[in-house]
């Protein structure tokens, strides 16, 4: 008889106050996260959006964001950032995506997202209480599931 482990949802949300020192907390939050779940794989992937995201928050609004990481299936987590700017930004679907000049020193921060993640999104928040608007940029991402084993144990 086999026996079969289910694992249980979880997801964690981290507050971070408007302070420079807060993507750093964010990426060694998210590396104890996945590692503590057996997602080591995805460590180094998920730690760079989160990076993006949670940097993004920190430059372009004015108050505190959050971090919000969730079991999304299998060998998958969902990364969501939270702050309070309403404006979704191009790479997420608010307006047109340009290449930025070879020499800036800003405005590529995203273009990782699109190039890493799995899937990726966006929502506004909107409400009537002040400070509880904005909008949540999301990422997944995930690492394949290895080949099942056909009878005489070669993939399928």
């Known amino acids: 008889m086999t026996l079969a482990t289910v694992t249980p949802p979880w997801a964690y949300t981290l507050q971070l106050p408007q302070d420079p020192r807060g993507p750093g907390i964010a990426r060694a939050t998210l590396r104890t996260v996945l590692l503590v779940h057996g997602l080591r794989d995805l460590v180094e992937t998920a730690e760079l959006l989160a990076s993006e995201l949670v940097t993004n928050a920190y ?12 079991g999304a299936g299998r060998n998958r987590v969902r990364v969501g950032v939270w702050d309070g700017n309403p404006e979704i930004p191009a790479p997420f679907g608010g307006g047109t995506v340009t290449e930025p000049c070879a020499l800036a020193e800003r405005g590529r921060g995203l273009q990782p997202v699109r190039e890493c993640a799995d899937s990726w999104g966006a929502y506004p928040i909107r409400s009537g209480l002040p400070g509880q608007g904005g909008k949540v940029l999301w990422v997944e991402c995930a690492f ?13």
């Open 144 to 156: 394949p599931s290895p080949p099942l084993a056909g009878a005489a144990g070669q993939p399928v």
């Open 59 to 70: 430059r372009h609004s004015s108050g505190p964001y959050s971090l919000r990481l969730r």
